[in-house]
């Protein structure tokens, strides 16, 4: 775990790699809470039987919002911005799903500070983030992510 002081750091690492995430596991059980929770039942995901037989993949496959969506629990297990009273996701500016998350994989993320200023009464940060498949030269998915921080007054 990395731990960063404080926000204004950050203004000296602007398109430096701050940390990588350990990898974590895409079972059938967490793609299957997904389409649960999303109503995303397409047989892609949810059913290894068929998709054994008809996905090009031969296997289930991860949802692109489910892997997209593991980018919170990633950088909370990457590094502890001090002092924070809170952090809001304040929304995406771009993202891409360059590759599939075939079940079983392990997936990870590599975090890059892009951009960094006060907004809103907080601290605005862009991130780069890339996240990888294990054993995979390619990744699965790019995206810039927009987190607004709150510090703690006291």
Same mark, same amino acid.
């Given at each position: 775990?990395? !731990?960063?002081?404080?926000?204004?750091?950050?203004?000296?690492?602007?398109?430096?790699?701050?940390? /990588?995430?350990?990898?974590?596991?895409?079972?059938?059980?967490?793609?299957?809470?997904?389409?649960?929770?999303?109503? !995303?039942?397409?047989?892609?995901?949810?059913?290894?039987?068929?998709?054994?037989?008809?996905?090009?993949?031969?296997?289930?496959?991860?949802?692109?919002?489910?892997?997209?969506?593991?980018?919170?629990?990633? /950088?909370?297990?990457?590094?502890?911005?001090?002092?924070?009273?809170?952090?809001?996701?304040?929304?995406?500016?771009? /993202?891409?799903? *360059?590759?599939?998350?075939? =079940?079983?994989?392990? *997936?990870?993320?590599?975090? *890059?500070?892009?951009?960094?200023?006060?907004?809103?009464?907080? /601290?605005? =940060?862009?991130?780069?983030?890339?996240?990888?498949?294990?054993?995979?030269?390619?990744? *699965?998915?790019?995206?810039?992510?927009? =987190?607004?921080?709150?510090?703690?007054?006291?």
């Amino acid at each position: 775990m990395i !731990d960063i002081p404080d926000l204004s750091s950050l203004k000296d690492r602007i398109g430096q790699e701050i940390g /990588v995430s350990d990898w974590i596991e895409i079972t059938q059980e967490r793609i299957n809470q997904f389409a649960d929770a999303t109503d !995303d039942q397409q047989w892609i995901h949810t059913d290894p039987a068929r998709a054994a037989v008809e996905s090009p993949f031969r296997t289930t496959i991860a949802h692109g919002f489910l892997t997209m969506s593991l980018v919170s629990v990633l /950088v909370r297990r990457t590094f502890n911005l001090s002092r924070l009273r809170m952090a809001i996701n304040y929304g995406l500016n771009k /993202v891409r799903f *360059v590759a599939p998350v075939p =079940v079983g994989s392990r *997936v990870r993320a590599r975090f *890059v500070p892009a951009a960094i200023e006060e907004s809103g009464g907080g /601290v605005q =940060v862009i991130w780069n983030v890339t996240m990888e498949r294990e054993g995979s030269d390619k990744p *699965v998915c790019v995206l810039e992510w927009v =987190v607004r921080y709150y510090v703690n007054r006291n």
